[in-house]
């Protein structure tokens, strides 16, 4: 009767074991469900959600630093045609996007319109001098009259211009009066007290595989689905998210998609690898050197060549021409030092020297929630001037030189705060249900072998 017990008591072991470990099983979808259900709740943009207090105000600094090409040759450039010679000098940094979104508007189509104000303000703290250091750069006035005044040579004469000039930092960043074109110019001017928008993006309420994701932009007097800058549906797509999030459950097999204003375009970037970033892992995802490729390497980018003449037939890559978006300017964007460009940009002006763990875009994203939580947005602004028989300051010029006027980082990272919010409000909840899930499999299982393996002992001594 004894043996009969422990038997019986055994195998009730094992039957409870199985169904411990088939529970632990069960949990797991239903585990997983429940996640995805407080992801998608949170990252619904409304008032009272995690994306939305991150989304309304940037939480982290973000800050914008900036390295100038200080040229060391412009009478030898002048008055021989050589090559422009060039040290960079920076950084100078600002702390930029500090401003709350502006006149947001919650629409019946689960989307939302917003304006994102922009302002910069000097941090000497972490910059190598003051805004009024003194750079040798490019004229950009003459840069510019080129195109727009047969009458340049005289304007250059009276103002008594030329191909280069000296300004402070602040000058050249935040804009001066020239005294050519009788205005305001500069790199970025004007900046403060500007805006960036409307933009229109899906709330993600109906669908969350669209938050964040934009529906319009208002470039100029009225909304658009698309671009209007490129001539051309592919390149005129408006495509993605703004950068700063993405939809959750991120496939690292996928390239993300984001909009930058400040390149008047779309682009992808694609999975590099996963860190850790204070605890937490993210993606990092990286924009390919096919992104400024020439069309010859990339025929989808051949609605973004502009001019066959600068562009050598559309064979130059690592720039991208904007000045359709510029009213007409000839401004280029490239990456710092033209990484990933033709090597002609780097003989045109020397100096230069792309490296591209200092020089490349990136951005890590968690996977979970699709929160960007660190980036860098890497840029380098350029100027194209080239040889002329009627304007005396470029007679001695040989080619068409697309010249670098300056480089920035625009950079964030997730603080020690937010990360402990993170980890505390999310990751601890999904790794306790993990915990919880694997607990429950594992006892289950190993008392079932348990019992199972003891049931057969006993029975064999009993016989």
């Given at each position: 009767?004894?043996?009969?017990?422990?038997?019986?008591?055994?195998?009730?072991?094992?039957?409870?074991?199985?169904?411990?470990?088939?529970?632990?099983?069960?949990?797991?979808?239903?585990?997983?469900?429940?996640?995805?259900?407080?992801?998608?709740?949170?990252?619904?943009?409304?008032?009272?959600?995690?994306?939305?207090?991150?989304?309304?105000?940037?939480?982290?600094?973000?800050?914008?630093?900036?390295w100038f090409f200080d040229?060391?040759?412009?009478?030898?450039?002048?008055?021989?045609?050589?090559?422009?010679?060039?040290?960079?000098?920076?950084?100078?940094?600002?702390?930029?996007?500090?401003?709350?979104?502006?006149?947001?508007?919650?629409?019946?189509?689960?989307?939302?319109?917003?304006?994102?104000?922009?302002?910069?303000?000097?941090?000497?703290?972490?910059?190598?001098?003051?805004?009024?250091?003194?750079?040798?750069?490019?004229?950009?006035?003459?840069?510019?009259?080129?195109?727009?005044?047969?009458?340049?040579?005289?304007?250059?004469?009276?103002?008594?211009?030329?191909?280069?000039?000296?300004?402070?930092?602040?000058?050249?960043?935040?804009?001066?009066?020239?005294?050519?074109?009788?205005?305001?110019?500069?790199?970025?001017?004007?900046?403060?007290?500007?805006?960036?928008?409307?933009?229109?993006?899906?709330?993600?309420?109906?669908?969350?595989?669209?938050?964040?994701?934009?529906?319009?932009?208002?470039?100029?007097?009225?909304?658009?689905?698309?671009?209007?800058?490129?001539?051309?549906?592919?390149?005129?797509?408006?495509?993605?998210?703004?950068?700063?999030?993405?939809?959750?459950?991120?496939?690292?097999?996928?390239?993300?998609?984001?909009?930058?204003?400040?390149?008047?375009?779309?682009?992808?970037?694609?999975?590099?690898?996963?860190m850790d970033l204070k605890?937490?892992?993210?993606?990092?995802?990286?924009?390919?050197?096919?992104?400024?490729?020439?069309?010859?390497?990339?025929?989808?980018?051949?609605?973004?060549?502009?001019?066959?003449?600068?562009?050598?037939?559309?064979?130059?890559?690592?720039?991208?021409?904007?000045?359709?978006?510029?009213?007409?300017?000839?401004?280029?964007?490239?990456?710092?030092?033209?990484?990933?460009?033709?090597?002609?940009?780097?003989?045109?002006?020397?100096?230069?020297?792309?490296?591209?763990?200092?020089?490349?875009?990136?951005?890590?994203?968690?996977?979970?929630?699709?929160?960007?939580?660190?980036?860098?947005?890497?840029?380098?602004?350029?100027?194209?001037?080239?040889?002329?028989?009627?304007?005396?300051?470029?007679?001695?010029?040989?080619?068409?030189?697309?010249?670098?006027?300056?480089?920035?980082?625009?950079?964030?990272?997730?603080?020690?705060?937010?990360?402990?919010?993170?980890?505390?409000?999310?990751?601890?909840?999904?790794?306790?249900?993990?915990?919880?899930?694997?607990?429950?499999?594992?006892?289950?299982?190993?008392?079932?072998?348990?019992?199972?393996?003891?049931?057969?002992?006993?029975?064999?001594?009993?016989?």
């Open positions: 009767m004894g043996c009969c017990n422990r038997r019986c008591g055994l195998i009730a072991g094992a039957v409870f074991g199985a169904l411990v470990a088939i529970l632990g099983g069960v949990l797991i979808p239903l585990g997983n469900s429940v996640i995805e259900g407080t992801v998608e709740k949170e990252a619904v943009i409304e008032p009272g959600t995690t994306a939305y207090e991150n989304w309304v105000a940037t939480g982290a600094k973000v800050y914008r630093q900036f040229v060391k040759n412009p009478l030898e450039v002048l008055d021989y045609g050589a090559r422009p010679v060039v040290i960079e000098k920076g950084p100078y940094t600002y702390i930029t996007r500090y401003l709350p979104k502006e006149n947001i508007t919650f629409n019946p189509n689960n989307t939302i319109s917003f304006l994102l104000p922009m302002g910069a303000i000097f941090e000497p703290s972490m910059s190598v001098g003051s805004e009024e250091d003194n750079v040798t750069s490019l004229n950009l006035a003459v840069a510019v009259g080129v195109l727009f005044h047969p009458a340049l040579e005289i304007m250059i004469k009276l103002s008594k211009s030329s191909l280069f000039q000296r300004r402070t930092v602040k000058e050249l960043l935040w804009g001066y009066r020239d005294p050519m074109l009788k205005t305001n110019i500069g790199f970025f001017s004007p900046y403060n007290g500007t805006y960036d928008g409307y933009y229109n993006v899906y709330n993600g309420k109906d669908d969350i595989k669209k938050v964040s994701v934009i529906d319009s932009l208002q470039c100029f007097s009225s909304a658009s689905k698309a671009l209007t800058f490129w001539n051309d549906t592919y390149c005129d797509m408006l495509n993605g998210t703004d950068a700063t999030s993405f939809p959750p459950f991120i496939d690292k097999k996928k390239p993300l998609f984001f909009f930058s204003s400040d390149i008047c375009r779309s682009v992808s970037a694609s999975y590099v690898n996963t605890g937490i892992d993210v993606y990092r995802y990286s924009l390919l050197p096919s992104t400024l490729a020439s069309p010859v390497d990339n025929p989808d980018n051949h609605c973004f060549c502009r001019d066959f003449k600068t562009t050598k037939n559309c064979t130059l890559a690592g720039v991208l021409d904007i000045s359709s978006c510029q009213d007409g300017r000839p401004i280029y964007i490239s990456l710092p030092h033209f990484l990933h460009g033709s090597p002609s940009l780097r003989e045109g002006v020397l100096g230069l020297n792309p490296v591209e763990v200092y020089h490349d875009t990136y951005l890590d994203v968690e996977p979970t929630t699709g929160f960007t939580l660190r980036f860098a947005k890497r840029i380098q602004v350029n100027m194209m001037y080239g040889p002329s028989a009627n304007i005396t300051v470029l007679k001695k010029v040989k080619d068409y030189t697309i010249f670098p006027l300056v480089w920035l980082n625009e950079t964030a990272a997730l603080d020690d705060e937010t990360a402990d919010m993170f980890k505390r409000e999310l990751f601890s909840r999904i790794k306790l249900l993990e915990m919880i899930q694997q607990g429950l499999l594992g006892a289950g299982v190993a008392l079932f072998v348990i019992c199972l393996i003891s049931y057969f002992v006993v029975r064999r001594n009993v016989h």
